[in-house]
């Protein structure tokens, strides 16, 4: 079984490797994007409460 891996480097990551890097995206995507996952993660800290280790993926 592996361990889950914790989600802020891996958003951290996309942010500095896919979208700036790779795909070169604009200063306004790149705020879109950042956007929707604060809204997302305050959804996530609403409904689940996760625990203060934080949020994981499986």
Do not use: C
Request: proline share 7%; net charge positive; glycine share 2%.
């Amino acid at each position: 079984m592996t361990t889950p891996a914790s989600f802020a480097p891996l958003l951290e990551r996309f942010f500095t490797q896919r979208l700036m890097q790779q795909r070169q995206a604009s200063p306004h995507t790149i705020s879109s994007y950042r956007d929707t996952f604060r809204q997302f993660l305050k959804f996530v800290q609403q409904r689940l409460h996760p625990r203060n280790s934080g949020v994981t993926v499986a």
